[in-house]
């Protein structure tokens, strides 16, 4: 006999206990299926911590979700009892004329956010630890910071549970059909069957999100902790996170917690792979070359010899814009990947955006940009 739920979650990671929360807060019977544990570090929310920020250069239009996320995340701070979100600013800077600063520009314009300019002699004041080039501009935003990552799913899966949510781990789903209003999911330990699904598979959207026209592209990224020889980094000092645009590639990094060490990663590259489940954790050659270029031109006060490191996946779509949509072929389905290296911070907007989109078959929120039939995100020929 399977058993029954209105709506079923599967994977569990930062969309999916975004979304199980969202779901039980509504008073429904709800149930999340996930193949590993909670908070794990084998799919793409984990590693301590990510940047989140609001002046968005990708699209203004996820300036709103941005905002009601920053909102949630507080509310979900104070239901979790411990700090999630830190405001601890953001220094961005790049060309002026690439995406990221003029980007960053026109989004602060059109929703009236709060974005300062960094003269050359502020950089030279406040950020000793940057060497930034005398043909890039940077700017700052106060209200940029960081996540801290495995604590914010956890918090939302505690939550979840806490208003009623059936959370399974260590199983893992095999297939799913939706008929006419009925879900029926088949896991290697059973079978549920619920009137919504929600489909948030991070790197295995391959494998559950089949047969639609979008090429989910799965992009190994490794991310370093790099000891530092100064306090130039230190968030105790009040350093934020960074994000430079360079010629090399974008790289972004964290203020240091322990004044011992500097999380940085490679944002714009990686290698492609096919099973996420075999992916090589160890560092491979072509991992460290471009971060030790960035280090010695951006920021030669850190050491380029990494003292640990995390490995970690991007679902990337060919513009690099997350999917986020009803099934094109199943009303009562909601799908949600694709978030191309970019969308941890979303993760309690795009989870109650989810739970709309499963049980009510709309959403208030704009999110047309996000269809998951638009235009270019079929696979190149
Ligand atoms: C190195 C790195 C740095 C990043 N930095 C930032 C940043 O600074 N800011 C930012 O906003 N974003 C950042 N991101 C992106 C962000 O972390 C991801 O977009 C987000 O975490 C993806 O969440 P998800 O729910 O799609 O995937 P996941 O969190 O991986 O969740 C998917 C879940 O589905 C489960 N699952 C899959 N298949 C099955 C199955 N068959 N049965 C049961 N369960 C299944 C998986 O086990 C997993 O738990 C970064 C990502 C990486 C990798």
Redo the contacts with the bound molecule.
């Keep these: 006999m399977s058993e029954q739920f209105d709506c079923i979650v ?8 975004g979304a199980l929360d969202s779901v039980a807060s509504r008073g429904l019977n709800v149930l999340g ?4 544990g909670i908070a ?1 570090d ?4 984990h ?1 301590h ?4 920020r609001q002046a968005y250069f990708e699209h203004p239009d996820y300036v709103p979700l941005l905002i009601e996320s920053y909102r949630l995340w507080d509310e979900l701070a104070e239901d979790f009892g411990q700090p999630l979100l830190d405001r601890c600013g953001l220094l961005l800077a790049g060309h002026p004329d690439g995406p990221a600063v003029s980007g960053t520009r026109f989004a602060a314009a059109e929703h009236g956010l709060t974005l300062e300019d960094v003269s050359r002699k502020r950089l030279e004041d406040d950020f000793p630890g940057f060497a930034i080039p005398e043909e890039f501009e940077a700017v700052w935003e106060a209200a940029g910071g ?2 801290f ?1 495995e604590d914010a ?1 956890t918090a939302h899966i505690r939550r979840a549970v806490d208003r009623g949510a059936v959370l399974k781990t260590d ?4 297939s799913w059909t939706a008929d006419n209003g009925a879900v029926e999911v088949t ?1 290697d330990r059973g079978r549920y069957q619920a009137g919504a699904l929600i489909l ?5 959207a391959p ?2 999100i089949p047969g639609l026209p979008i090429h989910w592209d799965i992009v190994r ?3 370093f902790w790099f000891p530092a020889t100064n306090d130039h980094y230190d968030r105790a000092n009040g350093s934020g996170v960074f994000f430079l645009e360079t010629p090399g590639g974008d790289f ?1 990094g964290f203020p240091s917690l322990d004044g011992q060490t500097v999380k940085l ?1 490679e ?1 714009s590259a990686g290698l492609s792979i096919e099973d996420p489940l075999a992916v090589d954790r160890d560092v491979v050659d072509a991992d460290l070359p471009p971060l030790v270029e960035y280090l010695e031109t951006y920021m030669p006060s850190l050491s380029t010899t990494p003292d640990r490191h ?1 490995v ?4 990337r779509t060919p513009d690099r814009h997350f999917v986020v949509d009803r099934h094109p072929e199943h009303s009562h389905v909601a799908i ?2 694709g ?9 309690p907007a795009i989870g109650a955006t989810l739970a709309d989109l499963a049980l009510d078959g709309v959403t208030d929120r704009r999110i047309e940009f996000l269809s998951a039939t638009r235009p270019g995100l079929a696979p190149q020929d």
């Excluded at 299926?33 to 590993?36: D, G, I, Q, S, T």
Aim: with cysteine; charged share 15%.
């Design positions: 599967v994977g569990v990671g930062g969309f999916g206990s299926l996930e193949r590993f794990h084998r799919g793409s929310s590693g911590t990510r940047v989140t960081f996540l990552v799913v199983e893992t789903v095999i896991t948030a598979p991070g790197a295995w494998d559950l990224k490794p991310l972004y990663a944002h995390a970690c996946f991007y679902t949600a990947a978030f191309s290296g970019h969308g941890f911070k979303f993760t």
